[in-house]
């Protein structure tokens, strides 16, 4: 049995694929099961617009913004070994959610859009990436469009994520001029693509040698050749130590809708990422991959399937062996939980699930006692590190409409605290009766009306607060900014733990209250209690 699960567990590349909106990162998942065979044409698993598809409709609000607001996984076998390419939301909005997915992944594909080089929401999820000690290989799509120097890309990378960027493919052509790619592992030889049409099946793959490459682009191949021993010359190859230790990223290029590089991306995560590994404990100790099942909850959803209206929480499997029907025990109680409706998950489609793995993800329904960041495990205890929680920066206060409604009011909101939905913050200053919900972006606002209207049956009022930044501190600090809070901002506790938050209209405020109380610690990341 432990020989099976390792050598399961070396089978398996657990990944996600982090972008700013817009980058394509529907279409790379697309392009990346359709290589895989998982599907047979891509616009088959994200329903945007003008594509054809299916999209998984938990809320009205979803379809009719045409957004994916759902955290899902797609389970692939490629080569041999079997892909979890765990979805995050593509809203900023919900970059939360994309945070905690993060716990849950091996290594990350980032998406860069070659006309718009390192965007604002990039930037945050490789932060996230970088405090995991989440690998992180980079693709830089839409080449088939014009945008910004190939090289200028790389030096961007680079100077801003002090990241050393190590191309494994190189274009030949300039964005909205690709004429194809080489493989610098094999630079006397290019690829050249032919697009499907539509882009909906595999681009059409040539191999041609250097002469032939010269015959049929000329000075682009010439192009491509100096860049590429000027690349040689500068250090910039692909070295699997430091790409382990966050230190490089091999860097791919190529255009996700005409499905052009995306094999080699593929590939890269068969070859370059790693497997899932023995995980690191609370204790400070770790999990060994065949020590008796473990899981830790990345993620809670509710009412993906109106018909069931259930709750869902998302496990990644970190050592042993999942059977479906076996009981487990949530650390944080002790309690058993039977996991007789197991299921893995994408989209809308669920199918059961027998067994999983080291790095598989298991969804499992009627999830109602489970929270993010909970440890799951059989026989031997395991308590893996809480999730920390990302500095909120729209906030509001919530009441109910109807006074009538207090008990359903409480109850509802302390389930989407718990939920992850939003934080909920507490004021001395205000009182209980009217808590602030506090979110990384607006649109979390709009997901707890609707539950709070349609499952809890108690709409709520919101009335936003001045603020737009936040940082833990403690009561110190807490104290000191209130005595201030005309001048400053205002503190707050987490309902959920205690921890304690300062609310600043601006980050101009947090400098000059940190000038003013360079004692009080202020953090950005917020430790999970
Ligand atoms: P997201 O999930 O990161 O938000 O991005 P998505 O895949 O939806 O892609 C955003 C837009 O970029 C889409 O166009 C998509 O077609 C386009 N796109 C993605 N990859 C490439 C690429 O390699 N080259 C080019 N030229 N465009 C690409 P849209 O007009 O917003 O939507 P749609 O009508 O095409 O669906």
Redo the contacts with the bound molecule.
């Keep these: 049995m432990s020989g099976d699960t390792t050598e399961e567990a070396a089978r398996r590349r657990t990944f996600a694929v982090i972008?700013?909106?817009?980058?394509?990162?529907?279409?790379?998942?697309?392009a990346l099961a359709l290589h895989a065979h998982a599907i047979t044409s891509a616009g088959a698993v994200?329903g945007?617009?003008?594509?054809r598809g299916v999209s998984s409709d938990w809320m009205e609000m979803e379809q009719a913004r045409g957004?994916?607001v759902t955290s899902a996984v797609l389970q692939f076998p490629h080569r041999g070994q079997v892909m979890n390419l765990l979805d995050t939301p593509?809203?900023a909005d919900f970059s939360e959610d994309t945070y905690r997915v993060l716990a849950a992944v091996d290594c990350a594909v980032m998406?860069v859009?070659a006309a718009k080089g390192l965007e604002e929401q990039t930037r945050k999820l490789f932060d996230v990436c970088r405090h995991r000690g989440v690998p992180v290989i980079t693709f830089i799509?839409?080449?088939?469009?014009p945008g910004r120097d190939a090289l200028e890309l790389l030096d961007e990378i680079e100077s801003e994520f002090r990241l050393k960027p190590t191309p494994v493919t190189w274009p030949v052509g300039g964005p909205g001029h690709m004429r194809g790619l080489v493989d610098v592992r094999d630079p006397d030889r290019m690829l050249r693509y032919t697009r499907a049409p539509g882009g909906a099946k595999e681009a059409v793959e040539e191999v041609l040698d250097a002469a032939e490459a010269e015959q049929a682009v000329g000075a682009d191949w010439e192009q491509a050749v100096e860049e590429l021993s000027l690349l040689r010359e500068t250090g910039g190859t692909y070295d699997p130590e430091s790409f382990l230790a966050g230190k490089s990223t091999p860097v791919f290029f190529?255009?996700?809708?005409?499905n052009?590089g995306v094999r080699l991306l593929l590939d890269a995560v068969v070859d370059m990422a790693p497997a899932p590994g023995p995980r690191p404990l609370a204790d400070g100790g770790e999990r060994p991959l065949d020590a008796p099942f473990s899981g830790l909850v990345f993620k809670v959803q509710a009412n993906m399937d109106r018909s069931h209206r259930d709750r869902i929480a998302f496990v990644r499997v970190c050592s042993g062996v999942f059977e479906r029907g076996m009981t487990v025990t949530r650390a944080a109680t002790g309690k058993p939980f039977a996991t007789k409706y197991a299921h893995s998950v994408f989209g809308q489609d669920r199918s059961s699930l027998e067994t999983a793995y080291p790095g598989d993800v298991v969804g499992l329904v009627n999830a109602g006692a489970l929270r993010v960041g909970d440890t799951l495990y059989a026989e031997r205890k395991a308590v893996f590190p809480g999730m920390p929680t990302f500095a909120p920066e729209h906030f509001s206060v919530v009441r109910p409409v109807d006074i009538g409604r207090t008990k359903q009011f409480r109850r509802g909101i302390a389930q989407l605290d718990e939920e992850g939905v939003v934080q909920v913050l507490v004021s001395d200053r205000r009182g209980e009766q009217a808590p602030v919900l506090a979110a990384v972006g607006p649109m979390q606002f709009d997901v707890v009306q609707h539950r709070m209207e349609n499952e809890f049956t108690a709409p709520v009022r919101l009335e936003p607060l001045p603020y737009s930044a936040a940082r833990a501190t403690d009561a110190v600090g807490a104290e000191q900014l209130n005595k201030s809070r005309l001048v400053h901002g205002e503190a707050m506790h987490r309902a959920r733990d205690g921890v304690w938050l300062g609310l600043f209209p601006s980050k101009w405020h947090i400098s000059s209250f940190e000038r003013e109380f360079p004692d009080s610690p202020l953090e950005a990341l917020i430790a999970a209690h």
Aim: glycine residues 12%.
């Design positions: 972008s700013h909106p817009d980058a394509g990162k529907s279409t790379l998942t697309e994200h945007k617009s003008g594509r957004i994916s593509g809203h998406l859009d799509n839409k080449w088939d469009r190529g255009a996700a809708i005409s052009i």
